[in-house]
């Protein structure tokens, strides 16, 4: 698991190989990733928007933006967390994905960036 720590947002990341959903002979793998977003702070955050950098082993970079995750904008309360889990299909059976989320600090508006730690999306027999 690869967790962060940005102004009292914590953020960590797991990732499973989907082979159900994945077809290697035609260079597609999907990966589902659960985070975890919690709230160590003393101050109520809203989640606003998203932006990730995702890397395939073949140096292929691609970025996502956008509002909220998974059609959501959460709030998250001091000592409270928000899990969700979503997807990232690669065209090799490596890579990795990093980014940040913009959040909002609910007592005085103020805008903030959390990082997502680098994690890794590796196809298991890889380890091999």
């Known amino acids: 698991m690869a967790t962060t720590i940005t102004d009292g ?11 159900e959903y994945s077809n290697p002979g035609n260079d597609h793998f999907m990966f589902a990733y659960r985070v975890s977003i919690e709230n160590t702070g003393s101050y109520a955050v809203r989640l606003i928007s998203r932006h990730w950098y995702i890397f395939d082993s073949n140096g292929a970079k691609r970025e996502v933006e956008g509002e909220g995750v998974v059609g959501q904008q959460p709030i998250i309360e001091p000592g409270s967390s928000h899990e969700y889990v979503s ?22 508006g103020m805008l903030f960036d959390v990082q997502i730690p680098e994690f890794y999306l590796v196809a298991p027999y890889r380890y091999n």
């Not at 947002?9 to 082979?19: A, D, I, K, L």
Request: hydrophobic share 30%; aromatic share 6%; proline share 3%.
């Open 9 to 19: 947002v914590r953020v960590s990341v797991e990732t499973v190989y989907q082979p």
């Open 87 to 108: 997807g990232c299909n690669l065209k090799t059976d490596m890579g990795s994905m990093k980014g940040e989320y913009q959040m909002e600090r609910l007592m005085d």
